[in-house]
T-cell receptor, first 114, second 110 residues
Framework: DTEVTQTPKHLVMGMTNKKSLKCEQH?????MYWYKQKAKKPPELMFV???????INESVPSRFSPECPNSSLLNLHLHALQPEDSALYLC?????????????FGDGTRLSIL | GQQLNQSPQSMFIQEGEDVSMNCTSS?????WLWYKQDPGEGPVLLIA?????ELTSNGRLTAQFGITRKDSFLNISASIPSDVGIYFC??????????FGTGTRLTIIP
């Protein structure tokens, strides 16, 4: 069982909908990440939060809006997505500080845009 | 930016065979990680390597951090059906983001 919990597991939405992906961890990690993964490809980093502050935005379109309400929770708000945004969205967490700490992943949200 | 070349891209083996895969980089890394991803799930950390030359085992899995800091390999001994999946290497340098390899898809032939 993964220690990083993501909900929902699957999400189908239209291009005009607004939805949110949620991620929760209780390992005391202070760094949290959002990744996008297309089929048969490695995960691609989207955002990094360190101590609840956004530290990296990999030039992600503004239709994706991250939020870190507290040290255990990470949200990704979605609005006006495009069909090419259909993918597996993975959340990960790690000890904060240097980049040498292993990241632990959730099982992802499979997102389909109609 | 840094790139990780992972090989082979795919492997078709029989149950009981040993498996070897590797990752090479054009730049050095301070940390090498190996993950396995099953269909419909997220990557699961298998082994973390922190020091050049380090050799670490986790059950039937063994991984090494290359002396040059530009490569790493993962060996699986006596493969079993649950070893099927995609294996990713990943590397860290300083505070930079985690860089993933292109993945090795392992299939076991009945």
């Amino acid at each position: 069982d993964t220690e990083v919990t993501q909900t929902p597991k699957h999400l189908v939405m239209g291009m005009t909908n607004k939805k949110s992906l949620k991620c929760e961890q209780h390992m005391g990690h202070r760094a949290m990440y959002w990744y996008k993964q297309k089929a048969k490809k490695p995960p691609e980093l989207m955002f990094v939060y360190s101590y609840e502050k956004l530290s990296i935005n990999e030039s992600v379109p503004s239709r994706f809006s991250p939020e870190c309400p507290n040290s255990s929770l990470l949200n990704l708000h979605l609005h006006a997505l495009q069909p090419e945004d259909s993918a597996l969205y993975l959340c990960a967490s790690s000890q904060a500080g240097t980049g040498a700490q292993p990241q632990h992943f959730g099982d992802g949200t499979r997102l389909s845009i109609l | 930016g840094q790139q990780l070349n992972q090989s082979p891209q795919s492997m078709f083996i029989q149950e009981g065979e040993d498996v070897s895969m590797n990752c090479t980089s054009s730049s050095i890394f301070n940390t090498w990680l190996w993950y396995k991803q099953d269909p419909g799930e997220g990557p699961v950390l298998l082994i973390a390597l922190y020091k050049a030359g380090e050799l670490t085992s986790n059950g039937r899995l063994t991984a090494q951090f290359g002396i040059t800091r530009k490569d790493s390999f993962l060996n699986i001994s006596a493969s079993i059906p649950s070893d099927v999946g995609i294996y990713f290497c990943a590397g860290h340098f300083g505070n930079e983001k985690l860089t993933f390899g292109t993945g090795t898809r392992l299939t076991i032939i009945p």
